[in-house]
Every structure is written in structure tokens, then in C-alpha cells.
């Protein structure tokens, strides 16, 4: 057992709560992981304004990177190894996992849900309860114990707070692009939102080979960002001026952002034969209307993308060795780098669009 200090979500709507718990150690299959770095995302924001219901109390953070500590058996992985956390582990025996699809594993949608590890239970506790794991991952503390399922060890010379981007952030946005999309060299590319997942997506499609890349956001910083990292127009979202600049409407849209309203404009601003990938998580009871006959008629796709439609030990280190030959400069996605304390003032931040990634390190 050991005393470790996180952010602990007690009610929704409220700011997130450090406090001091008893973790548990590592069992079999899982790993106790020493947390370097730990990035705010949306979805943390979402379980916060209760969009994405979670049992809690939980302990939240989902994008991490860290050091291994201790192995638990039957694992792989040896202490001192560097990892990067994903955020749907992997059972490896489902359906979904079986044919390559691990984004859509039973088993960790099931846990996830629940607030479990993947074998199973809780790992913290308190004086009064024993709080939930979010994703599987729970970043927002000092250290965790994950599954091994949930881990992907990477190259020890990388930064953590560039690392720890790679779970989310990269996975889902770069992985929406070269596994969701089929950009090739040329192309017209729209993405719609410029947080983390949005900017990683544009990079992404510059690397494809994107000629024309339409930044869409209502914030101008962001716009601003996106010019100077590639895009080669922006703007808040007028579809005709995307159909203008694209000649009838990009090749690929990628909406980020969880607005149905923003993805109907994605689809609309995507040309007849071209493909409309959306990220985004709105709220469970969003429903989305679209003219029916323009998937015939204009033989468009709709798609969606969860984890970048990745498989995390194999894109994880592809997207790593991209970042490492300067075609994903991933490092400029970050805004900001704070302390555990500020985590509530952080999440205000990302409220206001006022940062695109903003990491907790840990010392």
C-alpha cells in the first residue's frame, strides 16, 4: 500500500478535489506507474459538467505518460521503462480486438463505464469510499495502477510532457486522419475544432500530403495556431467559403469538436464522394438530422473514429517515430504546463478555449 495524492471528482459540476488516498499494488496483468505527466482534456471536462456520466467518486486524467515502477505478474514490462497510457486497454480476446479493431473492445467499454480496472475493481480508497478509475488510466495523481493493457512502452529519450500527448491528443487525432480518412497528397482537408485533438489532426493531414487545409474555430487564437502550423486558410465556419476555397467541398472533414451543430457543417462543407470523420462525443442524447439522400445521391461517408480508429502499441510508436522526423511537431500543441493545485484553474482555462493543451507534470 502506499499514500499517493490526486484530483478526485466528488460531484458533478464541482471542482475537482486533491486529496490524499491509499493505493493499492499492482496485481497480476497490471503495473504501478510513476505519473510524469498528465494532459487536460475535454473528455476530463466532460465527466466534470457531467455530459459523459461516471460513477463517482473517480479519480480523473486519461492522457499520460510515466515511468514504471513495479510489474506485477505476467506483464512484460520491466520497472524504469517509459510509457505512454491509453486510454481503451486492450482484452485482446473480443471480437473487436481479435479483428483489429481494439478501440471497440467489450471488455474495456464495459470497465470504463464502470470505473474499473480492466481485470476487474478499484484500486484506491479513502477514508469513506473507494474511488473509480477513469478510463483505466485515473492521471490526475501522483501514481496509478493500471492495466498492462493500457500501457505502451515508448522511447526513453522523449519527453514526458511530449509523451504523454501520444494518448489522446495524437492517438485520436492523427489516428482519425491516417486510419479514418484516406488523405492523399493533393487532397482539400477541413477540421473543425483546434483543441488538441483538431491541431493533431491538421498536422496529421499536412504529413498525408494535404494541399489545402481549411483550420475551422470559433476562437481566433486557435485560427492563428493552425496558419502557423500549416493550415493554409481559417476560419469560424462559414460552409459556402469552405466549399469556395475547396472547389465544392474538401475531400475529408474532420469534426473534433462534440457539437452536432459543427458536425452537420462538416458534412455539408464535405464535397459528394468525399468522407466526413467525426471524434467528438456530444451528449448521449444528441441526435444528429442529415438530408438522408445525399449519402446515394452524392455518395458521401460518414464516419466515426474512437482512439483514432488506432491500435495503440502499433500507432503509438508510429506516430512517435513521425514526431521524431519532424513531421508531426506535436511539441506545439502546448500551452501551458502546471502544477497539481492549479488542475481546477486549468480546467477554466480549457473551459474559456483559452489553451489548446495544458499538461500537469509531476516532479
Request: charged letters at 20%; proline letters at 6%.
Amino acid at each position: 500500500m502506499m499514500r499517493v495524492r490526486g484530483a478526485v471528482l466528488r460531484e458533478v459540476g464541482r471542482p475537482l478535489e486533491i486529496e490524499t488516498m491509499t493505493l493499492e499494488p499492482p496485481g497480476p496483468g497490471e503495473l504501478l506507474v510513476r505519473v510524469r505527466a498528465a494532459g487536460l482534456c475535454h473528455s476530463d471536462l466532460s465527466v466534470i459538467d457531467g455530459s459523459r456520466p461516471r460513477p463517482l467518486p473517480m479519480v480523473l486524467g486519461h492522457e499520460a505518460a510515466g515511468e514504471v515502477v513495479e510489474a506485477g505478474q505476467g506483464t512484460g514490462f520491466t520497472a524504469g521503462q517509459h510509457v505512454v497510457l491509453s486510454f481503451v486497454p486492450s482484452c485482446g480476446d473480443c471480437r473487436p480486438c481479435l479483428t483489429g479493431r481494439p478501440a471497440l473492445c467489450g471488455p474495456a467499454a464495459e470497465s470504463n463505464r464502470n470505473g474499473t480496472l480492466l481485470g476487474g475493481g478499484t484500486r484506491w480508497s479513502s477514508p469513506d469510499d473507494r474511488p473509480g478509475h477513469h478510463l483505466g488510466v485515473s492521471a490526475f495523481a501522483e501514481h496509478i495502477v493500471v492495466s498492462a493493457r493500457s500501457v505502451v512502452a515508448v522511447d526513453d529519450t522523449l519527453p514526458f510532457d511530449v509523451a504523454a500527448l501520444f494518448g489522446c491528443a495524437v492517438l485520436t487525432g492523427a489516428g482519425a486522419v491516417f486510419n479514418a480518412t484516406d488523405v492523399r497528397p493533393g487532397d482539400s482537408v477541413a477540421v473543425f475544432g483546434l483543441g488538441g485533438v483538431g491541431l493533431a489532426a491538421l498536422l496529421a493531414a499536412k504529413a498525408a500530403g494535404a494541399a489545402t487545409l481549411v483550420a475551422v474555430d470559433l476562437v481566433a487564437d486557435k485560427r492563428e495556431l493552425a496558419l502557423s502550423l500549416g493550415a493554409t486558410h481559417a476560419l469560424e465556419g462559414d460552409v459556402e467559403a469552405i466549399k469556395e476555397l475547396t472547389d465544392g467541398g474538401a475531400d475529408h472533414a474532420v469534426d473534433t469538436t462534440g457539437v452536432v451543430a459543427a458536425l452537420h457543417q462538416a458534412y455539408r462543407a464535405t464535397r459528394p464522394g468525399g468522407t466526413t470523420v467525426t471524434v467528438g462525443l456530444p451528449h448521449p442524447s444528441a441526435e444528429l438530422a442529415l438530408p438522408a439522400q445525399s449519402l446515394v445521391a452524392e455518395e458521401k461517408t460518414l464516419r466515426g473514429s474512437y482512439l483514432g480508429s488506432c491500435v495503440p502499441r502499433r500507432d503509438i510508436p508510429r506516430f512517435i517515430a513521425l514526431y521524431q522526423a519532424g513531421l508531426l511537431p506535436v511539441e506545439a500543441l502546448l500551452t501551458h504546463r502546471i502544477g497539481l493545485e492549479e488542475i481546477n484553474t486549468g480546467f477554466d482555462r480549457l473551459r474559456r478555449g483559452a489553451a489548446v493543451r495544458q499538461v500537469v507534470t509531476f516532479p
